[in-house]
T-cell receptor, first 113, second 112 residues
Framework: DADVTQTPRNRITKTGKRIMLECSQTKGHDRMYWYRQDPGLGLRLIYYSFDVKDINKGEISDGYSVSRQAQAKFSLSLESAIPNQTALYFC????????????FGPGTRLTVL | LAKTTQPISMDSYEGQEVNITCSHNNIATNDYITWYQQFPSQGPRFIIQGYKTKVTNEVASLFIPADRKSSTLSLPRVSLSDTAVYYCLVVRWEGSQGNLIFGKGTKLSVKP
């Protein structure tokens, strides 16, 4: 089984709908991250969490919210989806902060019509 | 914040050594240099990290000069399966504030 899983893998929705993307990990890591990737661009950090009580905004947090339900689960929500949120979303985890090695999930492809 | 600059694309042939250079002129004392590899429709995968001089692991080497304003990822004897996008990151953690910025990366194409 994969260490970092994301559900759903693909989602098509309409403008204005609320969407939740879920991430689960079995690596036992404290740190979790959400990124988005647009075609031809690198990844941009949306939110990150160092533990269940710690949530931090990343580079592009506007229009998104997150919930850290447990050490192993980190969810990303789009309260009212808009077309420019169409992208590939990745969840990642890491352990030691000084080593900076992050382990990524397989991604969720989200299309907002 | 230390932004990075890399070539947009590179071509190589199987069996050759590939060197990808990244510029990070504003790197700070506490920053580390990290490289990731990404295949289409997959999440990035960590390759190597360094602070200064040279770091080597089973897949790559990372060369960092004394001024740390640039770094070079070296892939020995590439194969077709090394075709991917390679990202250079300068990572800084200050307390609970983190800065991880993936640039556009370098698209490496390995030809037979």
């Amino acid at each position: 089984d994969a260490d970092v899983t994301q559900t759903p893998r693909n989602r098509i929705t309409k403008t204005g709908k609320r969407i939740m993307l879920e991430c689960s990990q079995t690596k036992g890591h404290d740190r979790m991250y959400w990124y988005r990737q647009d075609p031809g661009l690198g990844l941009r950090l949306i939110y990150y969490s160092f533990d269940v009580k710690d949530i931090n905004k990343g580079e592009i947090s506007d229009g998104y919210s997150v919930s850290r339900q447990a050490q192993a689960k980190f969810s990303l929500s789009l309260e009212s989806a808009i077309p420019n949120q169409t992208a590939l979303y990745f969840c990642a985890t890491s352990d030691s902060p000084s080593y900076n090695e992050q382990f990524f999930g397989p991604g969720t492809r989200l299309t907002v019509l | 914040l230390a932004k990075t600059t890399q070539p947009i694309s590179m071509d190589s042939y199987e069996g050759q050594e590939v060197n990808i250079t990244c510029s990070h002129n504003n790197i700070a004392t506490n920053d580390y240099i990290t490289w990731y590899q990404q295949f289409p429709s997959q999440g990035p995968r960590f390759i190597i990290q360094g602070y200064k001089t040279k770091v080597t692991n089973e897949v790559a080497s990372l060369f960092i000069p004394a001024d740390r304003k640039s770094s070079t990822l070296s892939l020995p004897r590439v194969s077709l399966s090394d075709t991917a996008v390679y990202y250079c990151l300068v990572v800084r953690w200050e307390g609970s504030q983190g800065n991880l910025i993936f640039g556009k990366g370098t698209k490496l194409s390995v030809k037979p």
